[in-house]
């Protein structure tokens, strides 16, 4: 990419990503056009292609700035504490935070594991592999397993955790405005409830 992207102001970067992550949120890649992404982001189709060569360029920025900010919010309270529901909250409310400034990131990486278009899919297969592996083994390494009634049930809960608030933000991002109280209530429910049956 064209290094001159990063001149433009915040606000203006944030509405072109915002903007990628809409069009590649709502089709595949290979039905996504960059004439939508430029006209969304209120920029030349011209201009685009001035700081991304091709659509592939920017899928995969789009992807690797997804996985940064996703990283982030883990490192930052994973080295805080050792409770696994609270590491899990907080992970969960930090990235409800991070929907108000992007709010398709996560469609956008959801479809992202879906994709099935050749041109992208080795390399997306390599990366997500990479970064299912490493989130899953560094929180399950960091935990206190005691507080567990059955510590072999952590594994299975981590996936079961995942694959239900990702299922419930795929619905709720259908609604807008999101409700990002109801949304933070919701999951402290859930959270709430998981650890009633499952500590001790």
């Known amino acids: 990419m064209n290094n001159k992207f990063y001149n433009l102001s915040k606000e203006k970067q944030n509405q072109i990503v915002n903007s990628g992550y809409k069009a590649f949120s709502q ?6 056009s960059m004439q939508y992404i430029a006209d ?3 920029v030349s189709k011209s201009l685009l292609f001035h700081y991304f060569r091709n659509k592939k360029e920017l899928y995969f920025y789009l992807y690797n700035l997804a996985v940064e900010d996703l990283k982030k919010i883990q490192a930052q309270y994973r080295t805080s504490s050792n409770d696994f ?3 899990i ?3 969960i409310e930090t990235r409800i935070a991070l929907i108000s400034v ?3 990131i996560y469609q956008f ?3 992202v594991y879906f994709e099935d278009c050749e041109e992208v899919v080795s390399e ?3 990366k997500k592999a990479s970064l299912i592996l490493t989130n899953k083994q560094e929180l399950l390494s960091a935990i206190d397993t005691s507080k567990f009634r059955n510590p072999d049930d952590v594994n299975t809960l981590y996936d079961i955790i995942v694959n239900m608030f990702e299922g419930y933000l795929a619905k709720k991002l259908r609604i807008h405005p999101l409700d ?3 949304i933070e209530k919701d999951v402290k429910q859930l959270i709430n409830n998981l650890r009633a049956n499952y500590y001790k």
């Open 124 to 126: 997306i297969a390599d």
């Open 109 to 111: 990486v959801i479809n």
């Open 89 to 91: 909250e907080r992970e």
């Open 27 to 32: 089709q595949s890649y290979r039905k996504t």
């Open 180 to 182: 990002f109280a109801e």
């Open 102 to 104: 992007y709010p398709y």
């Open 40 to 42: 969304e982001g209120d």
């Open 85 to 87: 529901f609270n590491i």
